[in-house]
């Protein structure tokens, strides 16, 4: 796992670590140091740290005019032991919300395994961007993953499954990966 990377190409164009606006402003980092592990397992030092055991992030990139934002995710998301949204909500979500962020990607490529508790904090966090016409957009994450994530009806709030699986986002620039997210939710509601 410690030779997992969040992805980097987009550098170019957005880095939380240097965004005023970002939770992570001013972060540092390190190419040699590997501090942080998912259970017994180091992890590459350029992922966040959320103050979760087993979920860490990336925020690959903010565009605040159209309220828009890319995360990149690896781990476990574990809601039932850790309650793993909580932390998600409170160390990056509910800032970027209050920057006007209402429109996110989460990436899921490396999210092993979900265990969840309750759909509160999703139904919540729904309620809160509904309103300005947000959303948000499970994408690429792993079939058992999304398959668990509606067993607990998180589906509800988080459009996810196979219309946004198998997608490669990687070949887009970022400024254009809002429209393409848009036309996954109109392709959807469709």
């Known amino acids: 796992m410690h030779e997992i990377e969040p992805y980097f190409q987009w550098r170019d164009y957005y880095i ?3 965004d005023k606006l970002s939770p992570f402003y001013r972060r540092k980092y390190s ?16 992922w966040d740290d959320i103050e979760s055991e087993t979920l860490f ?9 159209k309220g828009f934002a890319v995360i990149e995710f690896i781990g476990e998301w574990n809601d039932a032991i850790g309650n793993d949204i909580r932390q998600l909500r409170k160390e990056l979500i509910d ?12 990436i899921g490529e490396n999210i092993l395994n979900f265990h969840a508790s309750d759909d509160s904090y999703y139904e919540d ?4 961007i509904k309103e300005n016409g947000g959303w948000i957009i499970a994408l690429n994450f792993r079939d058992h993953v999304v398959d668990e994530m509606r067993r607990h009806r998180i589906h509800y ?3 996810m499954g196979e219309n946004y699986n198998h997608i490669n986002w990687r ?10 997210a848009e036309n996954l939710i109109f392709k959807h509601l469709e």
């Not at 190419?31 to 350029?46: A, G, R």
């Not at 966090?125 to 809160?128: K, P």
């Open 16 to 18: 939380a670590s240097n």
């Open 95 to 106: 800032p970027m919300m209050e920057t006007g962020i209402d429109k996110f990607v989460l």
């Open 171 to 180: 070949k887009v620039k970022p400024f254009y990966f809002h429209k393409m």
């Open 57 to 65: 992030c990336k925020v690959l990139f903010v565009d605040y005019d």
């Open 125 to 128: 966090w729904y309620d809160e």
């Open 157 to 159: 709030y988080i459009n």
């Open 31 to 46: 190419e040699l140091d590997f501090t942080h592990s998912i259970y017994n397992y180091v992890i590459h030092p350029q």
